[in-house]
């Protein structure tokens, strides 16, 4: 096995796929058969460029994040693939695995829900410990717990986005000294991301950051995203300026 290193400067080494064990659990609900295709064929023209993760145990190696890529290195009769070797991991495999996926923000909606399933239902969480894994709140965890409710083929057109997960319903305001009581629309459209009212002239608060500070940033913008929200961006040096408007 060769070794050398990835954007990050982690070590990465050149595996053969036929050490590498697929676990019987895949943190995604659904996965997009086409996209699987599209995917393949940009690996067959450009190979892989971003590492797997792997579990080392013993001789073998337990598949923890990339699994498109070594599906689609398997079928293109590619025999080694660059991966990010962990010894020891200090919690469970899935876990490790699903924290992985939504650091990189690549997991449907769906499938944050099952997760937060199993560790309710399965590694006896409590709902606070899920809320502050997912990084929201405990109403939230609840919304997620009842959207398995649906029927599979729904879940799984959420999953792939070609439904909403939950109805759009207008919030109504707080009654606070900085909203407008009657919703009515401020001169920058701008709403809260939280209550969903539109501050009053000069009393909205703006989000900054300094550029330094990116696990902060993406931490909040895991939160704010899972509420509904889309982000508008204006990025300017030192900070980063975010404001969030409703679709």
């Keep these: 096995m060769s070794q050398s290193e990835d954007m990050n400067g982690k070590s990465v080494r050149w595996i053969d796929t036929h050490l590498i064990d697929v676990p019987e659990w895949d943190v995604r609900y659904a996965r997009d058969s086409k996209w699987e295709y599209y995917f393949t064929e940009e690996i067959k023209?450009?190979?892989?460029?971003?590492?797997?993760?792997?579990?080392?145990?013993?001789?073998?190696?337990?598949?923890?994040?990339?699994?498109?890529?070594?599906?689609?290195?398997r079928f293109l009769g590619i025999e080694k693939v660059p991966c990010i070797v962990h010894k020891k991991?200090?919690?469970?495999?899935?876990?490790?695995?699903?924290?992985?996926?939504?650091?990189?923000?690549?997991?449907?909606?769906?499938?944050?829900?099952?997760?937060?399933?199993?560790?309710?239902?399965?590694?006896?969480?409590?709902?606070?410990?899920?809320?502050?894994e997912l990084g929201c709140t405990v109403q939230h965890v609840f919304r997620l717990l009842k959207l398995l409710n649906r029927d599979p083929k729904e879940l799984e057109e959420i999953e792939h986005g070609l439904r909403p997960a939950?109805?759009?319903?207008?919030?109504?305001?707080?009654?606070?000294?900085?909203?407008?009581?009657?919703?009515?629309?401020?001169?920058?459209?701008?709403?809260?991301p939280i209550c969903g009212a539109?501050?009053?002239?000069?009393?909205?608060?703006?989000?900054?950051?300094?550029?330094?500070h990116q696990r902060e940033y993406e931490a909040v913008m895991n939160y704010i995203m899972r509420e509904g929200w889309r982000e508008e961006k204006r990025?300017?040096?030192?900070?980063?300026?975010?404001?969030?408007?409703?679709?």
């Design 45 to 73: 023209r450009h190979g892989i460029h971003d590492p797997l993760h792997v579990l080392k145990k013993g001789e073998r190696y337990l598949l923890l994040e990339g699994f498109t890529r070594f599906k689609a290195a």
């Design 89 to 132: 991991l200090d919690v469970d495999p899935q876990l490790f695995a699903f924290r992985l996926n939504m650091w990189r923000r690549t997991l449907g909606v769906v499938s944050v829900a099952r997760m937060a399933y199993i560790m309710r239902f399965e590694w006896n969480w409590s709902l606070p410990q899920i809320a502050e």
């Design 166 to 192: 939950w109805e759009k319903k207008r919030k109504k305001p707080r009654h606070s000294h900085n909203v407008n009581d009657g919703g009515k629309r401020a001169s920058s459209g701008v709403r809260c």
């Design 198 to 212: 539109f501050p009053k002239k000069k009393m909205g608060k703006w989000i900054y950051f300094c550029n330094e």
């Design 235 to 247: 990025k300017s040096e030192p900070i980063k300026e975010i404001r969030f408007v409703d679709e």
